[in-house]
Every structure is written in C-alpha cells, then in structure tokens.
C-alpha cells in the first residue's frame, strides 16, 4: 500500500533519516516490527517564522510494498551524426539544454563555446585569484557549463512559463546531481560538484553525434537577405547550419557589438547594480533561526531575501538582495582586464563561515541621460565605466574596494575591514566614490531598512565588496512572443539571459530547450 502524508518536523527529524523513518510510523500508528513500511520525502521547505524553526515535509509512505525508483531510468539519446544540424553559440546551460532538446527531437547541434571545458577552467580561474590575472575568453562567467558553474549552482526559479522544472531536475539528476534537488524547495548543487555533471551532460551530446568546439569564438556571422546561414570563428572558420540559437550569457559584450555593427535590432534593457554584502553565516542564523549559539547540526546554513523601495530625487527604484549565497565565497567575475566585478557562490555543504548575497539597485533607462548616446548598448556602458572605476579603486589588480557598512551609511571609509572570503584580496574605500549618488545613496536607505526586517543585519561586522554589475543583461535581443524567432533577421533565436529573456540555471535551461523546439518546429519540422 502507498499513501502521501503532510507532516510538520523538528530538523532532526526532518534530516535525520533514521529518526524520520521512525518518526512516520509512529505517525500513522505503526509499528516498524508489525510492516514493512519506508518512506521517502518528495517535498521539503524550512519554516523559520516562528521562534521555533520547523520543516514542512511532504512524503510518500510504503507499506509492505516495493519502494520504486524516485527516476524513471533515462532513456539512451538517439544519435543524430547525419541528421541536419543547427548551431547553438555558448555552452551555458541554456545551450547545452538546447543541444540535448535537439537531439531528443533528432536534430544534430554544434554547439560552440568561447571558452574551455570545465575542467581546463579551473586553471583560468586559479589566475584571477592568485595572480590577479583575467582570461578574456575563460573565467567564472565564459567556459563550459556558463556562469553557473562555478558561481553557485542554485537552482530555484519561479519562472513556470517556459516549460516543466521537474523535467530539467530530472536530466540532473540523471546526469549524477542527487535524488535531492527534486525534494528540496531551494534546490542547489554547489560549484563543487556541477562540473561533473556539466561534463556528463557534454558527454551525452557527444555520445549522441553532437559536436562540442571549445576555445571557439564567433566573431561574424553569415547573414543572407536577413536570414540567419550561420557563423565565422576567429579562426575564419565558417560553420553553416539550418538556424543559430544565441546563448552567449549576460556578459558577451563582443556579441553585442557585433550585432549593433551588423545592424541587427538590440534594445537597451533595465538590470541592477550594487555590491556583494558579506556577514558571518553564524550572524545570518541566530537573526533567522533564532538561535542563541548556532543552528546546530541538522539545519542547513540560513538564506535571506530582502526588498526595499528607496526614493532618490523624488524617483522610487527598488534595492533588494540577489543570489544569495549561504555558507559561500565571493569571486572574482571580471570577464576583460581593467574591469572588477564580484559575483557569490557556495559549495554543495554551504559550510563556508561566510555568508553573503548581493544587495543591488534596479537601474532603468531614464536613470542615464548621459549614455542615450550609445543608443541600445548605452545601459551595458554605464555597466562597464562602474566596472572600470570599481577596478581603480581596488588598485587596479583584482582587489576589491570594500568598506564596512555602517561606516558606508555615514560616508566614512573603514580604518579596518573584516576577515573575507574574497581570495584576492580587500582595499578599503569609500564605496560612494566608485557608485554614482542614485546608486549609493540607496542603497544606504536599503542597508538600513534591512536592520530593521532583519535586528541584527545592520552592522558594522559585515562589510560592502564591489561591484555587483552583472545581475542580468543590459541588452535584450528582441524577439518574437510566439515563435522565439528574432523580428527581422530569420533563424536566428536570441535565447537566455544574454538576450534578456531568462535568468538562473533552471529558467535558462528551459528557455534554451524552447528555442530548439522553436526552430525546429519552423525550419526542420514542417
């Protein structure tokens, strides 16, 4: 017999298998010496707004029955070595989903990346924290698996309209992510374990009869009578294929150029900008657990999301908390020499002493006058020049200008800063010279009105790390409601947060397996 029962458990007995097992049965009145009986959680949220914190668990209960399989085991990938193809640009997680849809649908992907696999990453990444040195073309944001990869690898998304999140949980985890991911309500990975699963997922494209360039970087592409033929790499290779599906991520900035020189229609687009905020984990647990010492062995390390309205010159912006990241470390995200941008991430055990998120001010069109200029890249300049300035600031390496905030609320630069997860080191400034007023000074109302949701948030033991900049696109590639296609040039499908239509893993994920159907649906399926 199978039932699903709702419980409501203290965390042990929610994580503690064990005593979870014991405590269903005698729940439901059984004995485990009387029945056969297992049960398995499908569902799991954390309850923190009482003073005692508690998990709301959904579970499925078998009793003198065989436990099946969470997965359905995954069917094989047809090969699709001879079929026709289409090319996908970056192997983000929007690209490499549209790689693995394509093949389902049996059509060959290329799939063409800038930057290195997962594994020669980490080389590139070593660089910019020891050595202060940014690869242009491999670093957190370009390479195998995308930015997610080795920033964070959470999971969460509220975006339901582009297709079934279960369906993307699934391919994880049938490519080595654990069975948890599908019960947890903030699932997360962690940066530690995504890039085996990223190489696996590679594997499944290869092993199929897709192709996978690294270290290939489009730089022109083949427009004939305004439609879509193909692209030229670097190295004046031309790959031609049936469509192109864009998937370059938020910070291709050579992508955006190119599109503007070729007079293809982009759009300035509204994102944010800020800074990186880092407190003690322990700090963040006592304020939401409520705890007097520390969350104790059970809980896991303690998020927050947080959302204010500050008014600067009688306009109302909002200042609120982005990628949070308990138990992390903040990185280095620059993707050019002579830039600074700082990103967050945390392994799978968020076990970091540090936690930090970043707190960032939405930044619309009419806020730069002075950019209109550059026409629809005007948004992704201001985002550079704060870049630029946060990168003097630091020393003109890769350390990052900081302060501590409530010296940054009373513009006093901090005679000494905190201990820090950031490997390549801290400057100690004051953080509003390198933001514009109608940045800093909201979020100094934001930074306070967080003290007051949250008693003990705003202190002077945590401190700013800047900049913030790369929240989303500045630029958004338009393209049409229903068939994801670009308005005037044909075949070419502007997909995911570089073209301003999705943001995180799972909602990129999805928006690149839709313009594989899309495409195909138009050009190979008629």
């Given at each position: 017999?199978?039932?699903e029962i709702?419980?409501?458990?203290?965390p042990q007995?929610?994580?503690?298998?064990v005593?979870?097992?014991?405590?269903?049965?005698k729940?439901l009145?059984?004995?485990l010496?009387q029945?056969d009986?297992?049960?398995r959680?499908?569902?799991?949220?954390i309850?923190?707004?009482?003073r005692q914190v508690?998990?709301?668990?959904?579970a499925?209960v078998?009793?003198?029955?065989?436990?099946?399989?969470?997965l359905d085991?995954?069917k094989?990938y047809?090969?699709v070595s001879?079929?026709?193809?289409?090319?996908?640009v970056g192997?983000?997680?929007a690209?490499?989903?549209?790689a693995?849809r394509a093949?389902?649908?049996?059509?060959k992907?290329i799939?063409?990346?800038?930057?290195?696999?997962?594994r020669?990453?980490?080389?590139d990444?070593?660089a910019?924290n020891?050595?202060h040195i940014v690869?242009p073309?491999?670093?957190?944001c370009?390479?195998?698996?995308?930015?997610?990869t080795?920033?964070?690898?959470?999971?969460?998304?509220r975006?339901?309209?582009?297709?079934d999140?279960r369906?993307?949980?699934?391919i994880?985890?049938s490519?080595?992510?654990?069975?948890e991911?599908?019960?947890?309500?903030?699932?997360?990975?962690?940066?530690?374990?995504l890039?085996k699963?990223?190489?696996?997922?590679?594997?499944s494209i290869?092993?199929?009869g897709?192709q996978v360039?690294f270290?290939t970087?489009v730089?022109?592409?083949?427009?004939?009578n305004?439609e879509m033929?193909g692209?030229v790499?670097?190295e004046?290779?031309?790959?031609?294929?049936?469509?192109v599906i864009?998937?370059?991520?938020?910070?291709a900035?050579?992508?955006?150029?190119?599109?503007h020189?070729?007079?293809?229609?982009?759009?300035?687009k509204?994102?944010?900008?800020?800074?990186?905020?880092?407190?003690s984990?322990?700090?963040?647990?006592k304020i939401?657990?409520?705890?007097?010492?520390?969350r104790?062995?059970y809980?896991p390390?303690?998020?927050?999301?947080?959302?204010?309205q500050?008014?600067?010159n009688?306009k109302?912006r909002g200042?609120f908390s982005?990628?949070?990241?308990?138990?992390?470390?903040?990185?280095?995200s620059?993707?050019a020499p002579?830039e600074l941008?700082?990103?967050?991430?945390s392994?799978s055990?968020?076990?970091?002493?540090?936690?930090?998120?970043?707190i960032?001010?939405?930044?619309?069109?009419?806020?730069?006058?002075?950019?209109?200029?550059?026409?629809p890249?005007?948004?992704m300049?201001?985002?550079a020049?704060?870049e630029r300035s946060a990168?003097?600031?630091?020393g003109?390496t890769?350390t990052?200008?900081?302060q501590?905030?409530?010296d940054?609320?009373?513009?006093k630069?901090s005679?000494?800063?905190?201990?820090?997860s950031?490997?390549?080191g801290l400057?100690?400034?004051?953080?509003?010279?390198?933001?514009?007023?109608?940045?800093?000074?909201?979020?100094?109302?934001?930074?306070?009105?967080?003290g007051?949701?949250m008693?003990?948030?705003?202190?002077n033991e945590?401190q700013?790390?800047?900049?913030?900049s790369?929240t989303?696109?500045p630029?958004?590639?338009?393209?049409?409601?229903e068939s994801?296609e670009?308005p005037?040039?044909k075949?070419?499908?502007?997909?995911?947060?570089?073209a301003?239509y999705?943001?995180?893993i799972?909602?990129?994920?999805?928006d690149?397996?839709r313009?594989a159907e899309?495409?195909?649906?138009?050009?190979?399926?008629?």
């Amino acid at each position: 017999m199978k039932k699903e029962i709702q419980l409501q458990l203290t965390p042990q007995e929610a994580y503690d298998e064990v005593i979870f097992q014991e405590t269903v049965a005698k729940r439901l009145g059984i004995s485990l010496r009387q029945a056969d009986i297992h049960a398995r959680q499908t569902k799991r949220s954390i309850d923190a707004r009482g003073r005692q914190v508690k998990v709301n668990v959904t579970a499925e209960v078998f009793i003198d029955e065989q436990v099946p399989p969470m997965l359905d085991a995954s069917k094989p990938y047809k090969n699709v070595s001879n079929a026709e193809q289409i090319i996908i640009v970056g192997a983000g997680p929007a690209g490499m989903f549209a790689a693995l849809r394509a093949i389902e649908l049996g059509v060959k992907p290329i799939l063409i990346e800038r930057g290195s696999d997962v594994r020669a990453r980490r080389r590139d990444l070593a660089a910019i924290n020891k050595d202060h040195i940014v690869n242009p073309e491999s670093n957190y944001c370009f390479g195998e698996g995308g930015a997610g990869t080795y920033s964070d690898g959470k999971l969460y998304t509220r975006s339901k309209k582009r297709g079934d999140i279960r369906r993307i949980m699934e391919i994880f985890v049938s490519h080595g992510a654990t069975e948890e991911i599908l019960v947890d309500a903030h699932p997360h990975i962690g940066t530690n374990k995504l890039p085996k699963i990223v190489t696996e997922l590679r594997e499944s494209i290869l092993q199929a009869g897709g192709q996978v360039l690294f270290n290939t970087k489009v730089v022109d592409f083949i427009l004939e009578n305004n439609e879509m033929k193909g692209v030229v790499t670097k190295e004046e290779e031309k790959i031609t294929g049936l469509g192109v599906i864009l998937a370059t991520g938020h910070s291709a900035r050579d992508i955006f150029h190119l599109l503007h020189q070729k007079k293809i229609l982009i759009e300035a687009k509204p994102f944010a900008l800020g800074v990186r905020i880092e407190h003690s984990q322990n700090l963040i647990d006592k304020i939401q657990y409520h705890c007097q010492t520390d969350r104790g062995p059970y809980l896991p390390a303690s998020s927050y999301s947080l959302v204010h309205q500050a008014k600067f010159n009688g306009k109302q912006r909002g200042v609120f908390s982005f990628c949070m990241c308990p138990g992390g470390f903040i990185v280095p995200s620059a993707t050019a020499p002579g830039e600074l941008v700082v990103n967050g991430m945390s392994p799978s055990r968020r076990d970091s002493k540090f936690a930090n998120s970043g707190i960032v001010v939405a930044v619309e069109l009419e806020d730069l006058p002075q950019y209109e200029k550059y026409g629809p890249l005007a948004a992704m300049m201001f985002q550079a020049e704060i870049e630029r300035s946060a990168w003097k600031a630091g020393g003109e390496t890769q350390t990052a200008p900081a302060q501590r905030m409530i010296d940054f609320v009373n513009r006093k630069e901090s005679s000494s800063l905190l201990d820090t997860s950031y490997q390549p080191g801290l400057n100690s400034v004051n953080m509003h010279e390198v933001l514009p007023d109608f940045i800093s000074s909201r979020l100094a109302d934001g930074f306070k009105a967080f003290g007051n949701k949250m008693k003990g948030y705003y202190t002077n033991e945590s401190q700013l790390i800047g900049v913030e900049s790369r929240t989303s696109s500045p630029v958004r590639i338009p393209r049409d409601k229903e068939s994801f296609e670009h308005p005037i040039i044909k075949r070419l499908y502007p997909c995911a947060e570089g073209a301003g239509y999705a943001g995180g893993i799972v909602s990129a994920a999805m928006d690149g397996e839709r313009c594989a159907e899309k495409l195909i649906e138009t050009y190979i399926r008629k």
